[in-house]
């Protein structure tokens, strides 16, 4: 039997339908608008399509957004001049520096540099502790929205077996964290490129996360039948299409729920993003004030 297809799309708005609500009434109640500023260097392609959602999708719930661009050749103390200007800017509660970065910019010497207030991405070293101890100030979009989509599908986290393959700072080890608070209580297993017999873990999954950015990783034979199966991965091919690090198409006839590319866990990524610009506004503005 085919599994059911976890829609993200149709989830992420009416999740943005319901922070639009939330938006509606802090702005009413305090006179601000929630404004997110978006910084992108360089010319990246899917950087540019993912900003330019990013900003519509604020747009949409009644936020503001700002879009600050700057050349591929841009130095570090440059972008570190502009991040400071948006720290100290209070119509921004918001900041997203969209990675990756050219080469000559550190995202470790960029990242620590916005200030933890207006980190809607989670990733100051500040926040990172925060979630670590399960007290978290932001919670880290994509891992967010992969909680969110079990979540409202009535996907049981606790007491499952979670694999997850790929360790990166923005999925695998944010997402690990997070399954393991008290509460969530799932039991992890983080895989990467140097696990060995992935297939035979990933096959012990109740729930199998794939983010490992490699087209079609995951075959049928990597899936025990009555797995949910969740696609992190956003691939372009050759030909132009999306695909997942998922074989979607053989996949889906062993697994219990899986979710697509496009329209799986991305759009949830968006969703959680406008929270945590939401959730920082909420933060710091107190009587109308921003503090
Ligand atoms: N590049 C890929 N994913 C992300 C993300 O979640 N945030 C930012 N800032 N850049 C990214």
Redesign the pocket.
Known sequence: MSAMILDGQSLAATIQAEIAAEVAEFTHRTAVVPCLAAVLVGENPASEV?VRNKRRACERVGMRSVLERLPADTTQGELLRLVRRLNDDASVHGI????PLPAQIEPSAILPAVAPSKDV?AFHPENVGLLVQGRPRFLP??PQGVLEILKRNNLTVAGRHVVILGRSD?VGKPLANMLVQRGVDATVTLCHSRTKDLASLARQADILVAAIGQPRFVKADMVRPGTVVIDVGINRLADGSLVGDVDFEAVKEVASHITPVPRGVGPL?IAMLLQNTLAAATQGTVNGQTT
């Open positions: 993912y997203l520096v969209q990675l991405d979009c994509t923005i990524t």
